[in-house]
T-cell receptor, first 113, second 109 residues
């Protein structure tokens, strides 16, 4: 079974802090994704990576950056956290095509105070 | 731009009945469509994929239909159980995967 893990289930940070969210997948998938999910807004793509050190902006990249130094690991970075970044963050991976079935991690509930 | 519509109102049904959820889309003809289940506080889990040349796909108590003329997919759960209560998301491939907002299903015993 594909397993996608995220470093934290719950995280509380203060405004202005730098925040790192880590995601690891164990199935040698090419593609990895970061989404945020908010009530009424559904899943919104923040960033996407199709290979090591390769990344592509999603629909809402502002205020975020990403890093993919190894194939299995994809990190989301909030350079200076703000209260409007309070959300559920979901990591996903998929093999081959970016439109293949995606396998999601359990999510990180981030609260920025 | 591509728009996906799922009923935002929760669907409440009695145990044993068939639940039917709808996914409508506009402005695109996806090669395939996927359905996911999401439990509260968890990530979505893939359930079924149906291709444009398939009218219907089944998996145990689940059935998905895909009507490219109507631009609609229906997701059915037969003999529903309280354990089926969750939010169900449809997703289209439009060069990237786009998710609908999901419909919450509540199955009452």
């Amino acid at each position: 079974d594909v397993k996608v893990t995220q470093s934290s289930r719950y995280l509380v940070k203060r405004t202005g802090e730098k925040v790192f969210l880590e995601c690891v997948q164990d199935m040698d998938h090419e593609n990895m994704f970061w989404y945020r999910q908010d009530p009424g807004l559904g899943l919104r793509l923040i960033y996407f990576s199709y290979d090591v050190k390769m990344k592509e902006k999603g629909d809402i990249p502002e205020g975020y950056s990403v890093s993919r130094e190894k194939k299995e690991r994809f990190s989301l970075i909030l350079e200076s956290a703000s209260t409007n970044q309070t959300s559920m963050y979901l990591c996903a991976s998929s093999p081959g095509l970016r439109t293949d079935t995606q396998y999601f991690g359990p999510g990180t509930r981030l609260t920025v105070l | 731009s591509q728009k996906i519509e799922q009923n935002s109102e929760a669907l409440n049904i009695q145990e044993g009945k068939t639940a039917t959820l709808t996914c409508n889309y506009t402005n695109y003809s996806p090669a395939y469509l996927q359905w996911y289940r999401q439990d509260p506080g968890r990530g979505p889990v893939f359930l079924l994929l149906i291709r444009e040349n398939e009218k219907e796909k089944r998996k145990e108590r689940l059935k998905v239909t895909f009507d490219t003329t109507l631009k609609q997919s229906l997701f059915h759960i037969t003999a529903s159980q309280p354990a089926d209560s969750a939010t169900y998301l449809c997703a289209l491939n439009t060069g990237k995967l786009i998710f609908g907002q999901g419909t919450t299903l509540q199955v009452k015993p």
